[in-house]
């Protein structure tokens, strides 16, 4: 994938206003589609993460505009939802971030979830394989408020920010192949260990990741935690509506995640310790 950056910086400093970015990103896509489009999307979306899981890797998640926007309009603001309850229940908030890696950020909400929790909002670095998604999260971050820059890369090959640094992989550890993801976990590992912050967050299905006990095990030794969680959010209404008209049912989210806090660098405990 070429890799392309782009620098964001919201006008006006953050806002967690979610209803307010629901309703801008609801009238940005039904400027095109119609509900009925949406929800037929939607459908042919969920059955690609749930049965055809082989097409993701081509990218066929992203592939027409009816799923761009199905994509945008229900699964970005769920897992804004779920990434900021689980930033809470962890306390990821506390940990002070100059620079939040998103990696494989799809349309920024994750990121934005997470920078948001924190006193002061980090640099979002958002990192996807397709330009619309990084030109969504464009959109996203702006729209919260937050500074960032977006890149259309591959997120096994950019390069890792000085620390204090988060690092999330939300909902997409799992669309990498082996050798992807055998290769991130050892860059999060030594981020980890270099007083990084790491969370990952997937879906509750051992079918599509077999390979989550191994990586709970690998974060527990890093003195991180394994959760599973389910939490009761009020949704807007269209997305109560999406939910139901495509069979759905998120009336309680649901996600697991890892997580390391970060620790001082060596250096800095070193000057705390004088
Ligand atoms: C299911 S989406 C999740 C998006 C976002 N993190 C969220 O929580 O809404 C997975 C994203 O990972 C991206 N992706 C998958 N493999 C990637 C890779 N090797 N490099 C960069 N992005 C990748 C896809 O393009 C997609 O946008």
Redesign the pocket.
Known sequence: ?PSLSVSVSGPEGPTDDFGAWFEALEARHRQSLTFAEIRRALQALSSLYVERRGRLGA?A??ESAGKRAAFALY??PL?FLL?REIVRAVGAGAHPLARLL??????G??GAAWALELEKAPCVEA????GW?TSEARWTLRAFGLRGDTSR????SVPCPRPPAGYLA???VN??DDA?RASLLVRLREAAKGGASVLIVEPISRRIAPWWSAWSAAFRELGGRADEWRFRVPLPETLRLLDRAAGLDHRELRGRSLYVGSRPTPSASATRLM
Do not use: K, Q
């Open positions: 994938v990218g998640a992203l699964y970005g897992h990434v998103d990696l494989g950020c799809g349309t909400t994750a990192i996807d394989r397709s998604a890369a591959d997120l096994l939300a909902f997409t669309e990498l992807g």
